[in-house]
Nanobody, 119 residues
Framework: QVQLVESGGGLVQPGGSLNLSCTVS????????????MGWYRQAPGKQRELVAN???????NYADYVQGRFTISKDNAVNTVFLQMNRLKPEDTANYFC?????????WGQGTQVTVSS
């Protein structure tokens, strides 16, 4: 069972930045080689969970329209961590952010980290 632990959320003013981290219990280098899709989703109160960004081997990162140009997904194989750098944050970015890894039938989620954008 793959375990994912998110961190880095918090309260930030509009226009600010946060860098979310997702530490994975297995080698993301190996998962990447096998074709895993690693990504970030978010869920605001009363709304469905939605894709923010994801990445997989041989493909350019994929971003939702509402974060394009503001958020960047990346990974560090050496520390088995997937990142989400969030810049120019808006109040509508307020949500619980979840890390996800999909590989075949395996679909693993973290517990989420809360991001609140407010003045």
């Amino acid at each position: 069972q793959v375990q994912l632990v998110e961190s880095g959320g918090g309260l930030v003013q509009p226009g600010g930045s946060l860098n979310l981290s997702c530490t994975v219990s297995v080698s993301i280098f190996s998962f990447n080689i096998m074709g895993a899709v690693m990504g970030w989703y978010r869920q605001a109160p009363g709304k469905q969970r939605e894709l923010v960004a994801n990445m997989s081997r041989g493909r350019r990162p994929n971003y939702a329209d509402y974060v394009q140009g503001r958020f960047t997904i990346s990974k560090d194989n050496a520390v088995n961590t997937v990142f989400l750098q969030m810049n120019r944050l808006k109040p509508e970015d307020t949500a619980n952010y979840f890390c996800n890894i999909k590989l075949g039938l395996q679909d693993s989620w973290g517990q989420g980290t809360q991001v609140t954008v407010s003045s």
